[in-house]
């Protein structure tokens, strides 16, 4: 015992003497380095705030320029004569599209008629189609929109017009660019046009290499560029480039100049030397006394978190999770103590996680884990259970977990911003409620992992709380599982109905949609909405899709020049080999693909899916219609349109149901044919069922109807006479714009 007693009173000793002279080293040390550091950072960005004003009056200064010298040929005489009274396109390609390139380095020109179409386009200055146009069309015209929206200024005979301009900077081509619109004018005055009737020219300077080089000269930038993300070099300065919306196109970075830190360099080793020998002795006799001790302490707390927690998000893991669950359940003092276990599982991970990256899908975890955090606060129990599945455990008899679920699911729905990308995903929760002190942990989690199920099963991004009946009809839905299963490998169960599609202007029958039925020999009739979602959840819908699609090419087959519908699923659109799949039925049938059409939901469109796309690409190349069902339900959006074009749109029959005079879906199934109409693309209603509806959907310019008014669905020898039947004869046969 003597020798321990000795050493720690040496210890002590030793504390007691060096502490003071310690912390007087240190502290003075602090207060040096701090201010010098402080200094130095002060200075760095001071320059940094200097050179970041100056970039952006030589970016200013640049966008100015360029307006001037498109005012160098947009205000002459000869250009309004070239371009509005004769358009000359050899004056204009000497005159404009390659002067403007070869004097001023312009990338992009582009010459307007009077309704803003294209004349005349030089690229890199060598003129191509008119059509080419389209590439940079969106935000050109954004500028010649506002140039249109300028009052037209006052034209005194005899004195000089004034042009109008407007300049902004926008993407163009996926590049940053300056882009100026300017309406062409006489410069003396001797040809007067109408205010707002004026032909334009646009010119583009794009934002590149060649740009930068030219600023890093002129301005003394050091290794400038221009790009779209933001550079994480600590030694390079951005600046962002916006337009006059206030929304980002560029950056501009550069080497910084940092003053402040080449001074720091020069004295640092001053410093250093003064404080190395006081630092060394202070860290010697320090770091002996407490190595030992803190590495024991650190290792036995770090073992510990990391075996009861997540180590991408820091939560709880399923084991920490497992242990507290069951300490809850045998703790809990009373009967009427209440306990919610929430089970989470994200919607459209997988989307994000293979298209953005596993990194990606790390940092969308780990976001998803802060929201839902900041949703149920910090004394709540939650836990990362594994992948994309979480757990939250509820003790609070005040707590209304419906509430709180709905809480998440409307924080989780915001968007994530991962690598400059925006992710968005949902999440189903399934929640079971306990107030009895004899629950099972096992029993617990299986209830909610059911509630889980039918919360996906009805459509994701929703909340189920579990009730008892749940139980069994989960077992329903694997003896449904089994028993299609098993009518998929026989002929005399699976049947496909077909429900006429009437042109609403003859009320003729042009086609007709195929529906698959059902009828179980022990549990007859089996409705659509309860064994398709089996067949989706358990890998079965291709294989009934391949039994319908089959069936309605052999009636296609038959009926040449009438549409026939047939619904695809998402699973079937992503297999790679469907396309080839619907050609070879196309083959062994005999039904020509431009009788075909395939419906799809807009999930499909959400899923942003390569093979997705491609196969959609491949079907309208060969002539086969692609229609829109259920338009107007989900995420429907001009932007998926115009990704995924669509030769119909489906009306869904919640607003077809809906619609009587004066009703608010009037004026929303108007909106969506007028939208439709516009792009080209056709309307059919579902689900009419009143001669009232018809009428109203005749007057909005509804193109085709579907319902029970004419007909429900009806075996293919009903649907073949009906087509046979002169009454029914196509006027003609309808085409697919280019």
């Known amino acids: 015992m003597q020798p321990k007693t000795s050493t720690l009173e040496r210890w002590q000793f030793s504390a007691a003497v060096l502490l003071p002279v310690v912390l007087a080293l240190v502290i003075t040390a602090a207060a040096v380095l701090g201010f010098v550091f402080w200094s130095t950072a002060n200075i760095d960005e001071r320059a940094l705030d200097r050179q970041s004003a100056m970039f952006g009056q030589v970016i200013d200064a640049r966008r100015d320029q360029l ?39 312009h990338n992009r020109i582009v010459v307007l008629d009077t309704a803003a179409q294209p004349l005349y386009m030089m690229q890199d200055g060598v003129a191509v189609e008119p059509r080419t146009y389209r590439r940079i069309a969106s935000p050109v015209q954004q500028l010649v929109n506002r140039v249109r929206a300028v009052p037209p200024r006052t034209v005194v005979p005899g004195t000089q017009p004034r042009p109008i301009s407007v300049s902004d900077f926008a993407l163009v081509e996926g590049q940053p660019a300056i882009v100026s619109v300017m309406t062409i004018v006489s410069d003396t005055g001797a040809v007067m046009q109408a205010p707002g009737t004026e032909p334009l020219i646009a010119a583009v300077q794009f934002l590149d290499d060649s740009t930068a080089s030219r600023f890093n000269n002129e301005y003394l930038f050091a290794d400038g560029h221009f790009s779209l ?24 970075d550069w080497e910084r100049d940092r003053p402040g830190l080449m001074l720091l360099r020069q004295t640092g080793p001053a410093l250093a030397a003064a404080f190395a020998v006081a630092a060394i002795l202070v860290f010697l006799l320090l770091s002996q006394l407490r190595r030992s001790s803190a590495a024991l302490e650190a290792g036995r707390r770090h073992a510990e978190y990391q075996a009861a927690h997540d180590r991408l998000t820091g939560l709880p893991n399923r084991m920490s999770f497992d242990t507290h669950l069951a ?53 709540v129990m939650i836990a990362r259970l594994g992948g994309d599945e979480f757990a939250i455990l509820v003790r609070d008899r005040q707590q209304d977990v419906t509430s709180m679920a709905s809480a998440i699911i409307e924080a989780v729905g915001h968007a994530f ?17 306990t107030a009895s002190g004899d629950a099972e942990p096992r029993e617990l989690v299986r209830k909610a992992d059911i509630a889980l199920y039918e919360a996906k099963a009805g459509g994701r991004n929703r909340s189920v709380v579990y009730e008892e009946h749940m139980n069994e009809l989960l077992q329903l839905q694997h003896t449904i599982e089994g028993e299609l299963r098993e009518a998929l490998q026989r002929s005399d169960q699976l049947s496909v109905v077909f429900q006429p599609l009437i042109d609403q202007r003859s009320r003729k029958v042009i086609g007709a949609e195929a529906l698959a039925r059902w009828h179980h020999p022990k549990y007859g009739q089996i409705s659509p909405a309860r064994f398709i979602p089996v067949a989706e959840n358990t890998g079965l819908i291709e294989s009934l899709g391949e039994v319908v699609l089959r069936r309605a090419c ?56 390569h093979i997705s796309a491609q196969n959609l690409r491949t079907f309208r190349a060969a002539g086969i219609h692609i229609a829109l069902d259920d338009f107007g339900t989900g995420y429907s959006s001009l932007s998926y349109l115009k990704r995924y074009p669509v030769d119909r749109i489906k009306i869904d029959r919640s607003f077809v149901s809906q619609l009587a005079e004066g009703h608010v879906s009037v004026a929303i199934t108007q909106a969506i044919v007028t939208l439709a109409h516009a792009m080209e693309i056709e309307v059919t209603a579902e689900g009419v069922e009143t001669e009232a509806q018809a009428t109203i959907l005749g007057r909005l310019g509804c193109n085709t109807l579907q ?12 649907i073949t006479a009906i087509f046979a039947d002169k009454a029914n004869t196509p006027d003609r046969r309808r085409t697919r714009a280019a």
């Not at 993300?229 to 501009?252: C, E, M, Q, S, Y």
């Not at 319902?707 to 009903?718: C, I, K």
């Open 327 to 379: 300490h809850v359940l045998t703790d809990r003092q009373g009967a009427n103590a209440q306990l919610s276990l929430l089970m989470l599982d994200l919607d459209r991970f997988k989307q994000v996680n293979d298209t953005l990256g596993h990194q990606a899908g790390d940092e969308l975890i780990c976001a998803v884990g802060r929201r839902i955090r900041g949703v149920v606060g910090p004394d």
């Open 229 to 252: 993300v933001r550079t994480a070099r600590p030694d390079r300065a951005t600046h962002p480039i916006l337009n006059d919306a206030g929304r980002f196109v560029a950056f501009f």
């Open 67 to 105: 307006e001037h010298e498109l005012a160098s040929v947009a205000v002459r005489d000869d250009t309004v004569v070239n371009t509005r009274l004769m358009f000359n396109f050899n004056w204009v390609d000497r005159n404009i599209g390659r002067w403007m390139h070869e004097f001023f380095g």
């Open 554 to 609: 052999e009636l296609g087959a038959t009926a040449p020049g009438r549409t026939i519908a047939v619904n695809i699923s998402p699973t079937q659109l992503r297999n790679p080999r469907f396309s080839e799949q619907v050609f070879d039925i196309l083959r062994e049938t005999g039904m020509r693909p431009t009788d075909l059409e395939l419906e799809i939901t807009e999930s499909i469109l959400l899923d942003d899916e």
């Open 417 to 433: 911003d991962l690598n400059h990308f925006k992710a968005h995903v949902g999440v189903s929760i399934g929640i079971v409620n």
């Open 707 to 718: 319902g029970f008014l004419f007909s429900g669905g009806v075996p293919a020898e009903r």
